[in-house]
């Protein structure tokens, strides 16, 4: 089992970037998947979740309007298309994945207590 993130950079102010999250070795569809932000000196904060069985996505109030979370079961990856981006917005993201759906559970604590994680990519948003 591993969980692989992508598409980290530099970017300034405003820009975009698009963060993926290829898995191997399980099926999304019995689990959450959720991407996590840990900025320098903080903790690990919960930006969004995605559940492919029962479609639902949740993102926190921080990154709402600006992120969107989406799977490609095809190609085995969670998308984080990441719009607008704010210097608050820099840090390590992680992607993690929790057994069960989003409907089911609290996706962040679930994911912080007993998720299963990737080893990050860097985000660093200029002004």
């Known amino acids: 089992v591993q969980l692989v993130e992508s598409g980290g950079g530099l970017v300034q102010a405003g820009g975009s970037l698009r963060l993926s999250c290829v898995a191997s070795g399980f099926s999304f569809a019995d689990y959450t998947i959720g991407w996590f932000l840990q900025a320098p000196g903080k903790e690990r904060e919960g930006i969004s979740c995605i559940s492919e069985s029962d479609g639902n996505t949740y993102h926190s109030d921080s990154v709402k309007g600006r992120f969107t979370t989406s799977i490609d079961s095809a190609k085995n990856t969670v998308y984080l298309q990441m719009n607008d981006l704010k210097p608050e917005d820099s840090g390590k993201y992680f992607c993690?994945?929790?057994?069960?759906?989003?409907?089911?559970?609290?996706?962040?604590?679930?994911?912080?207590?007993?998720?299963?994680w990737g080893q990050g990519t860097q985000v660093t948003v200029s002004l």
């Open positions: 993690a994945k929790v057994g069960g759906t989003i409907s089911t559970m609290r996706p962040f604590e679930d994911l912080l207590k007993f998720g299963f």
